[in-house]
């Protein structure tokens, strides 16, 4: 590769935009699409660091002692840990954004004497769609934090984990 660098720089120059774009969005397309992007992304970044080709083996060739590496030309990609706690942050937001779509969509239904089985599953239809988006922002979440192990688990703990922590007694999301 020419330029090693240039997948990092890629990186660090759309992420910010991207999660800007996933809390400040109103097209719910648009940004299921954004979510979709950012757990692509987080993945490539997670797989450069974990390339086996990248590694590859000392072969042996042509006479004694000689050998060839079978490695791949590889560039490494990865989210900071700055970039991490803006991003932890923005996935948040959009998490509890999408659970306030759900228990709104629920309600409504429930709200309507006229709604039948019909409009249940449409409703399910409505919440696949934002299962998919949940999907989407944990898995950018999860290959971040494989990305960095342990060192991240204080960035965690000071962002989302103190969602994560509200069992008992329910926290305000949790409610209603």
């Not at 120059?13 to 400040?24: A, C, H, K, M, Y």
């Not at 993945?43 to 042996?60: F, K, M, N």
């Not at 803006?86 to 509890?96: I, P």
């Not at 898995?139 to 204080?154: C, E, L, N, Y």
């Given at each position: 590769?020419?330029?090693?660098?240039?997948?990092q720089?890629?990186?660090?120059?759309?992420?910010?935009?991207?999660?800007?774009?996933?809390?400040?969005?109103?097209?719910?397309?648009?940004?299921?699409?954004?979510?979709?992007?950012l757990?692509?992304?987080?993945?490539l970044?997670?797989?450069?660091l974990?390339?086996?080709?990248?590694?590859?083996?000392?072969?042996?060739?042509?006479?004694e002692?000689?050998?060839?590496?079978?490695?791949?030309?590889?560039t490494?990609?990865?989210?900071?840990?700055?970039?991490?706690?803006?991003?932890?942050?923005?996935?948040?937001?959009?998490?509890?954004?999408?659970?306030?779509?759900?228990k709104?969509?629920?309600k409504?239904?429930?709200?309507?004497?006229?709604?039948?089985?019909?409009?249940?599953?449409?409703?399910?239809?409505?919440?696949?769609?934002?299962?998919?988006?949940?999907?989407n922002?944990?898995?950018t979440?999860?290959?971040?934090?494989?990305?960095h192990?342990?060192?991240?688990?204080?960035?965690?703990a000071?962002?989302?984990?103190?969602?994560?922590?509200?069992?008992?007694?329910?926290c305000?999301?949790?409610r209603?």
């Amino acid at each position: 590769m020419s330029d090693p660098g240039l997948a990092q720089r890629t990186l660090d120059t759309l992420l910010p935009p991207l999660l800007v774009r996933l809390n400040e969005e109103h097209d719910s397309e648009i940004m299921y699409t954004i979510a979709e992007a950012l757990s692509e992304q987080t993945r490539l970044c997670y797989d450069s660091l974990t390339d086996g080709a990248a590694i590859g083996q000392a072969v042996p060739v042509g006479g004694e002692g000689a050998v060839k590496s079978t490695a791949t030309p590889h560039t490494t990609c990865m989210v900071s840990l700055s970039s991490a706690e803006a991003l932890f942050k923005a996935v948040q937001a959009a998490m509890y954004d999408s659970m306030d779509r759900r228990k709104m969509s629920a309600k409504q239904l429930a709200a309507n004497p006229d709604s039948d089985a019909d409009d249940m599953e449409g409703l399910k239809e409505d919440l696949a769609v934002e299962d998919e988006f949940m999907v989407n922002l944990v898995d950018t979440v999860g290959f971040v934090i494989k990305q960095h192990r342990s060192a991240i688990m204080p960035l965690v703990a000071a962002t989302i984990g103190k969602c994560c922590v509200c069992i008992q007694p329910p926290c305000e999301m949790m409610r209603d």
